[in-house]
Each structure stands twice: as structure tokens, then as C-alpha cells.
């Protein structure tokens, strides 16, 4: 991704800690943030929150951070939510720099209809990748248009940004074209009862057969 304005966030440093304080901090709008790597110490920031809310949004977000002056790249790497009422309570966050390789999850997008009749199922929602800190891709598309029950395409099969190397297994599986199991059932249902029909349809002919030679003989 490009390092864009609106990817520029301004951290500042925190002494204090604690939930109490971190309460505080969520109530005044910001939210509480760790940013560690290369072996430097972690660095306690707060975060504007409305912001960071916006930001996170987008997977593997990459912000340029300005913390007192000093400009830092970060790779958000952690997002702690209530698990009730999903606000943000901390965040965690990878020091990278220009030109580096991250390891990441990207999400996957189908885009497209199968063939008629089935359905496209994603089996691997994110793929591993290694990729360069700034140019992590928001999504890697697949594209389904028109592929036939019975269709399978693997990690091996998606194609990657320039630069991008896949981490994943090649053989995973990432999406699978099927029938839906209900049009199947349906199907079924249906063949069972013309089965049983043409059963009836023929037991009665066998029975209608030896009247009509009683019939005949009389």
C-alpha cells in the first residue's frame, strides 16, 4: 500500500498504564497502543480514536506515525475489541521500515458467478503472503466467472502482486465450485419419486394385463 495523508497518525507517549487509566484514556477518545520490533524497547502510545476506528477497517494497516516529532512506520499488527460491544480497547503494532518484507494474512474476494446452478465456496478467507511493509495488497481477488461444479483452485492457483512471494501451502485449498447441497436433496427427491411412480405405473399395468386376458378368453 501507499503511505498515504490519510495513513499519517499522531501517538503520544504514555507513562501511565493500567485498566484504569486505559478507561480514561477510551473515555477521552483515544485508545491505548504498543509499538514494538527491531529489538527496540516497546513504546506506549495513545492513538486518536475515531481514526484508528477508520484505519483498522482495511487488514495489515500500515500508518506513519508522528510521536513527538518523530516519524515511525507501523504495521497493525493486533486489534482488541470488547467482545461485547466490539469497541477498540488496545492495540498492537510492528515497527517496520521502507522496503522491508512483512509476513501477513490478506483476505481473500471471490468475484464472479459460477456456472448456473452452483455456487462458489471459500474455503481460506486469508492467505499467507511475504510482501513489502508499504505495498501489502488490500485483497487478493479470485475470479469464478463461469467455472463448473467440481472446480477447485489452490493457493497455487491465485495470482499474487509483483513482488509477493506465497507462504501459504500451495495446495490449499482457497475456493471449491459445488452444487448446493439443498439442489442436490431436491434432485433426489425428485428422482425418488418418479422411481416410485413409474413402480405404481408398472405394477398397475401388470395388473391390468390378466383382466384384459380374462376379458379376451370370455
Sequence with gaps: MSTDTDTKVKAELRENFGKGFARRLRAAGKIPAVIYGHGTDPVHVALPGHQM????????????????????????????????????????????????????????????????GTIANLDAATIALEVEATRIPEHIEVDVEGLEDG??????????????????????????????????????????????????????GEEAAPAEEESASE
Design 53 to 116: 476506528s477508520l484505519l483498522v477497517r482495511r487488514a495489515n494497516a500500515v500508518l506513519e506515525l508522528d510521536i513527538a516529532g518523530k516519524e515511525q512506520l507501523a504495521l497493525v499488527k493486533d486489534v482488541q475489541k470488547d467482545p461485547v460491544h466490539q469497541v477498540i480497547e488496545h492495540i498492537d503494532l510492528l515497527v517496520v521500515r521502507k522496503g522491508e518484507k512483512v509476513q501477513v494474512d490478506v483476505p481473500v474476494v471471490v468475484l464472479g458467478e459460477p456456472f448456473a
Design 151 to 204: 472446480t477447485h483452485i489452490t493457493a497455487a492457483d491465485l495470482k499474487l502482486p509483483s513482488g509477493a512471494t506465497l507462504l501459504a501451502d500451495p495446495e490449499t485449498l482457497v475456493v471449491a465450485i459445488s452444487i448446493p447441497a439443498a439442489t442436490i436433496a431436491a434432485d433426489e427427491e425428485i428422482a425418488e419419486a418418479d422411481a416410485e411412480l413409474a413402480a405404481e405405473q408398472a405394477e398397475a
